[in-house]
């Protein structure tokens, strides 16, 4: 390995303790030291400022150096060694350090600010909750109110009433014959229309918003016992009957909530009205009487007890069969079996007409219009030549009612039958008929 010489002039063998520091010189002006009076440090200075110079001649003046009194470079290399650490601090921004106490509060205030900081976010935080359950709950009753207006009705629900049967019937048996006039009570009666009993359309005589009065309808002598009555309105929908003890919402006022309305649901479906009522038809011994008279004597007289007109008989029998039925003579109304003596009232169609007329307690005119109030035991009178007066008199012995209206027949003398159709009577004979609804 080559070995590089160099020369002892040139290489000295120890730098200045000056030439080692970091130290900068100012360019002018010095500051004293502590302990230094202001002398010194000018001094100091002035002496540094040689020292620098004559280091950067080093190797012209190094002699020039070393005999310059010793004792004055060592003061000056002290002072500087102090001044060039003091200064080297400066230039690196280094502070000394003040201790454990200043690092013990500044902790203490970071602590305190993290502090005041996480109070600050908690406390941001908690009226951030309040404010968002608030906007939450008044969020929900909005969505409530909102959903109570799309199903509970705001308004009392205008529901028309129906028609609806709240008692029993007025009579629960009727005779066979029928005409016996039934009444029942309830609401919005008026707007039935039609009544039905055992299937046969029964005529309604008056009808109220609060009361409905129909006529029994008259059936054959063979169908006595129980029958429903049913009634319905004009759209053809049964009419809801609930008497005493059996619930009904039919025509009930409107509810004014969801829960009422519910309710009345769950009764409807728990105690469901009824539609009908029950009727019995029996035999009225009365009206039995009567038609039985002529059923019995139509074809052969009775004449152990009346006087026979012949070819004129037909009030003469009718009159008979009324004082089966009950009916009292009076001085109006007569026959005397001793004497054969009668009124004409007794003996003659128009005279009992006109007799009738004024008996309203006995009976009610009807004419042929108001058939479907016709009944078993009524009198029908005709009028063949169309002149007023009444040519025949018979006793209703049938009343059958259908789709095609009623059908009535007559029983009696002179047209002697039980049976006679009265259209039949009037195609064959012409004219007219009216009847007496008798009571």
């Not at 003996?347 to 058939?371: E, F, H, I, N």
């Not at 018979?394 to 009343?399: D, E, G, L, M, Q």
């Amino acid at each position: 390995m080559p070995f590089a010489f160099f020369s002892s002039a040139s290489t000295p063998a120890e730098l200045p303790a000056r030439r080692r520091s970091t130290y900068r010189a100012p360019s002018s002006g010095a500051a004293a030291l502590p302990g230094e009076s202001a002398t010194d440090a000018v001094t100091a200075a002035t002496s540094d400022a040689g020292a620098s110079a004559a280091g950067a001649s080093a190797d012209a003046g190094a002699a020039r150096a070393d005999s310059a009194d010793s004792a004055d470079t060592a003061a000056v290399e002290r002072r500087a060694e102090r001044r060039a650490r003091h200064r080297a601090e400066r230039v690196r921004n280094r502070r000394p350090s003040s201790g454990a106490p200043r690092r013990f509060m500044a902790l203490g205030c970071a602590s305190a600010i993290l502090s005041v900081s996480a109070f600050g976010a908690v406390a941001a935080a908690s009226a951030d909750d309040e404010t968002r359950l608030a906007a939450a709950q008044e969020a929900s009753i909005t969505s409530a109110a909102s959903a109570a207006e799309r199903d509970v009705i705001s308004a009392p629900v205008s529901i028309a009433k129906r028609p609806t049967v709240t008692s029993g019937l007025s009579t629960a048996a009727a005779p066979f014959t029928g005409g016996t006039q039934v009444t029942v009570a309830g609401e919005q009666l008026d707007q039935v229309a039609q009544v039905a009993v055992g299937g046969v359309a029964a005529p309604i005589v008056a009808a109220t918003a609060e009361q409905l009065t129909f006529q029994v309808p008259a059936v054959a002598d063979t169908a006595l016992g129980a029958v429903a009555v049913a009634f319905t309105d004009a759209s053809g929908a049964p009419v809801a009957v609930a008497t005493p003890g059996t619930a009904t919402v039919a025509g009930a006022a409107a509810p004014a909530s969801l829960a009422a309305q519910l309710t009345e649901i769950d009764e409807a479906a728990v105690y469901a009205p009824t539609t009908s009522l029950t009727l019995t038809y029996t035999s009225n011994p009365a009206i039995d009487a009567q038609v039985g008279y002529v059923l019995t004597y139509w074809s052969s007289y009775n004449t152990a007890q009346y006087t026979v007109l012949s070819g004129v008989d037909c009030a003469n029998f009718t009159s008979q069969s009324l004082v089966a039925r009950g009916w009292a003579m009076d001085a109006g109304w007569y026959y005397d079996q001793a004497t054969g003596a009668m009124s004409p009232s007794w003996s003659s169609s128009t005279a009992m007409r006109d007799w009738l007329y004024g008996r309203p307690d006995l009976a009610t005119p009807l004419d042929d219009s108001q058939r479907g109030l016709v009944k078993v035991g009524d009198i029908a009178q005709f009028d063949w030549d169309g002149s007023g007066d009444r040519d025949h008199t018979a006793v209703v012995t049938r009343v059958e009612h259908g789709a095609n209206g009623t059908t009535v027949w007559v029983g009696g003398h002179t047209k002697d039958a039980d049976y006679w159709n009265v259209d039949e009577a009037l195609a064959s004979g012409g004219g007219s008929v009216t009847y007496f609804s008798l009571k």
